[in-house]
C-alpha cells in the first residue's frame, strides 16, 4: 500500500469520507476530521501501564515465555498473511478490553488498518452523548447508520475490524460481513461485566448503561447477548475464551492473553484459507 495510514476527512458540516490509498473516497455522516495509522501495539504503553516501584518485576523465565509468545504471533501471521490476500477480518461478538487488543495485535502482525465500528458510529453521528440519543430518538435512523459505516469498511481490504454488534443485527448487515473473514470472539458474560464496570468507556454508551453496578451490567449484557447470539454464531469460525484456557491448561481465564487468542485466530484463519484454495481447486474443469 502506497501509505501507512487511513484518512477520515471531513467533506462538509454533516459528512466525512473513509479513505484508503488503494479505494475510493467513502462518504457517510460526521462532525469532524481524523486519522488513523496502521495500530502500533508498542505506541500504546504510557507512564500508567509500567509498574511501579512496589510491583515484582516479572522474571527472567515469564520475560523469555512472553518473548516467545509474541513470536510465535509473528511468525504465524506471516505464515498466514500471504492466503489471506488482504481479505478483511471482522471481529463479532460482545465487546471487551480483550476482544479490542486482539485486533489491534492481529492488525499489528498482519500489518492491515485496525477499526472498531461502534466508534466510527459514535464519530460519525456527533459523539457518545449524540449517539445514545440518536438511537433513543430514531433507532432506524440509528441502524441505517451503522449499516452505512460497515458497508464501507466492507468495501476495502487489509482491515482487522471490531465490530459492533450493529453488525449481526439484519441479514444486509450480515451479507455485508461475507465480504471479509468473520471470527466470533466468545468471552463468558461475567468475564466480560467484570471488564464493563473497571472500565466504564468500554462499551458503548448507545447500548449499555455503564453506570450500573455489576448485577446491572450482568442483566444488560444477558438481554445484548440474547439478541444478537444467532447473529453472532453466523461467523465463519468461533474462537472461545474457555476453550483456549483449556487447552493451554489456565484456570484462571484472566492469565490468558492477547497472544494466546491471536494464536487461536491465526490458526482458524489458516484453515479456514486452506478450506477455500481446496474448493477453487476442485471447481476448476479438467
Avoid at 15 to 25: D, N, V
Avoid at 87 to 107: C, D, E, P, R, Y
Avoid at 204 to 217: C, H, L, N, R
Avoid at 227 to 239: L, P, S, V
Wanted: hydrophobic share 40%; glycine share 4%.
Amino acid at each position: 500500500m502506497e501509505s501507512s495510514h487511513l484518512l477520515l476527512t471531513r467533506t462538509c458540516c454533516c459528512s466525512f469520507s473513509l479513505q484508503s490509498p488503494s479505494s475510493s473516497i467513502l462518504h457517510f455522516p460526521a462532525s469532524r476530521s481524523f486519522r488513523f495509522r496502521r495500530s502500533q501495539t508498542n505506541s500504546s504503553i504510557n507512564s500508567s501501564s509500567l509498574p511501579d516501584a512496589t510491583s515484582p518485576l516479572p522474571s527472567t523465565a515469564t520475560k523469555a515465555a512472553a518473548s516467545d509468545l509474541s513470536l510465535a504471533v509473528k511468525k504465524k501471521a506471516a505464515d498466514v498473511s500471504p492466503e489471506l490476500k488482504g481479505t478483511s477480518i471482522f471481529l463479532v461478538g460482545m465487546k471487551s478490553s480483550l476482544k479490542t487488543s486482539l485486533g489491534i495485535l492481529l492488525a499489528d502482525v498482519l500489518r492491515y488498518y485496525y477499526f472498531d465500528s461502534d466508534n466510527l458510529v459514535e464519530e460519525a453521528i456527533g459523539g457518545a452523548s449524540v449517539a445514545k440519543s440518536f438511537k433513543e430518538s430514531d433507532e432506524a435512523g440509528f441502524n441505517d447508520a451503522e449499516t452505512e459505516v460497515l458497508k464501507q469498511l466492507s468495501s476495502m481490504v487489509r482491515l482487522v475490524v471490531c465490530a459492533g454488534n450493529g453488525a449481526v443485527q439484519n441479514k444486509t448487515n450480515l451479507a455485508l460481513l461475507r465480504h471479509g473473514i468473520t471470527l466470533w470472539i466468545d468471552l463468558p458474560l461475567d468475564f466480560v461485566a467484570r471488564d464493563v464496570t473497571e472500565n466504564q468507556s468500554q462499551f458503548p454508551s448507545f447500548e449499555i448503561s455503564t453506570s450500573g453496578s455489576y448485577p446491572e451490567v450482568m442483566d444488560e449484557l444477558g438481554a445484548l447477548y440474547d439478541e444478537y447470539k444467532n447473529g453472532y454464531a453466523t461467523a465463519d469460525a468461533t474462537i472461545s475464551l474457555q476453550k483456549v484456557a483449556s487447552q493451554l491448561g489456565y484456570d484462571n481465564l484472566d492469565d490468558i492473553t492477547a497472544e494466546d487468542m491471536a494464536l487461536e485466530v491465526l490458526g482458524e484463519i489458516e484453515k479456514l484459507t486452506r478450506v477455500k484454495k481446496m474448493m477453487q481447486e476442485a471447481a476448476r474443469p479438467f
